[in-house]
């Protein structure tokens, strides 16, 4: 079964540094998604970044950039210039290739980790 | 202009009660989903639905059926609700062909 491990239950950056989160995962599958959510305290789930397991470039979104390494099934996202209202709980997570397992795509979360920023 | 919504954002019960949990989406997806994250926030599917099958995470008690009246509506009744029911309930939708879920607010509900 697939797994979603976010070793980090919290962080903290100071406003305008940089910051990573770890993310690894467990999957046989060689054809796969991932992604970085944010949820702040408003509760709404927002998606910050995604990377296709077939494409290695990593994915970026403006200060949100990945560091997609296959292999080690490692998954980690960079924040850079960090803004207070980056302070959120950030849930990395798999997308099950449908049809696997009668999976019909259906995502599969870490933990998540809070990260809190400092003025 | 929402695009997925749902409805109450808060719902206050007394165990033993029925309630349910509506969802729609306007972005004429296929598939949907519903979450549910526990008070440590954990987030864990606990069915996905398109206009063809259902797919039941076998962890979920079967007080809890989806049902769907339409391709936009996927909605959540849970039957003698018990304390442990107490979460924050999301549901989302996906396109087929698309990899992206998007979420609803979400519904926390609180079991008395």
């Known amino acids: 079964a697939q797994t979603v491990t976010q070793s980090q239950p919290e962080m903290s950056v100071q406003e305008a540094e940089t910051v990573t989160l770890s993310c690894t995962y467990d999957t046989s599958e060689s054809d796969y998604y991932l992604f970085w959510y944010k949820q702040p305290p408003s509760r709404q789930m927002i998606l910050v970044i995604r990377q296709e397991a077939y494409k290695q470039q990593n994915a970026t979104e403006n200060r949100f950039s990945v560091n997609f390494q296959k292999a080690a099934k490692s998954f980690s996202l960079k924040i850079s210039d960090s803004q207070l209202g980056d302070a959120a709980m950030y849930f990395c997570?798999?997308?099950?290739?449908?049809?696997?397992?009668?999976?019909?795509?259906?995502?599969?979360f870490g933990k998540g980790t809070k990260l809190s920023v400092k003025p | 202009d929402t695009a997925v919504s749902q409805t109450p954002k808060y719902l206050v019960t007394q165990m033993g009660n029925d309630k349910s949990i509506k969802c729609e989406q306007n972005l004429g997806h296929d598939t949907m989903y519903w979450y549910k994250q526990d008070s440590k926030k954990f987030l864990k599917i606990m069915f996905s639905y398109n206009n063809k099958e259902l797919i039941i995470n076998e962890t979920v008690p079967n007080r809890f059926s989806p049902k769907s009246p339409d391709k936009a509506h996927l909605n959540l009744h849970i039957n003698s609700l018990e304390l442990g029911d107490s979460a924050v309930y999301f549901c989302a939708s996906r396109n087929r062909g698309q990899e992206t879920q998007y979420f609803g607010p979400g519904t926390r509900l609180l079991v008395l």
């Open positions: 997570a798999y997308r099950c290739p449908p049809g696997y397992g009668g999976s019909q795509g259906n995502l599969i």
